[in-house]
């Protein structure tokens, strides 16, 4: 399959909304970020192995969450489980040069992979990534508060780090189980909470 097929396929579905999302999967080729031999297979509505046992997310999911997301020009957001650094490299595009990406990798070899995959990109030296080798179940408290937080990975319930670090008005988009949950943070104890049901994720590690 084609990009543009994919990314049609993805609008005509209800997946993909808005011009600057639409326009990120335009920019961000998804073929950089798979493995060689998997590059054929780039633009197929799947998710792929990246090896460790983990896998580059569904494009379907990842347009899903992203536009639940609503990520803005100039925004601060926290990315848990880097991966490939596809996402990562979606949302530099869609918050641009005064925006920031924190995202966070647990396996060592996946965080080197994502710096490299987002090298032909810039995003890196522009200082509109960082990658952290760490436990994102954590969150990441040094850069917080955040006006958004996405994971990759599927929790058992959502990491009460991870509330704490959003801003008042911010929203976390996060895979719980089987489902995508968006949490709105309406003040410093609430939260309006949203449940999307009939995803399927790699387990968020908490050790
Ligand atoms: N957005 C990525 C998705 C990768 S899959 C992409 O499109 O490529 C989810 C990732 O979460 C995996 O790489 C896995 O290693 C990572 N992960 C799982 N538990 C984690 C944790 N506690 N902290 C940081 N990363 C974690």
Redesign the pocket.
Known sequence: MEKEKLIRDLISGGYLKTPAIIEAFQKIDRQD?VPPELKLQAYSNEPLP?G?L????QPLT?AFMLELLEPKSGEKIL??????????ALLAEIVGETGKIFA????LK?KSM?ENNLKRYGFIEKGIVKILW????KGYAKEAPYDKII???SAETIPESWKNQLKVGGRLVAPVKNSIVVLDKISETQFEEKEYFGFS???????
């Open positions: 970020f990246i460790h983990q896998t580059i997310s990842v990315d848990i489980g880097a991966g490939s650094g596809w996402q990562s966070i990798e647990r396996i996946l994502a760490d436990d994102g179940s994971a990759a990975a994720f790699v387990p968020l590690v908490v050790d």
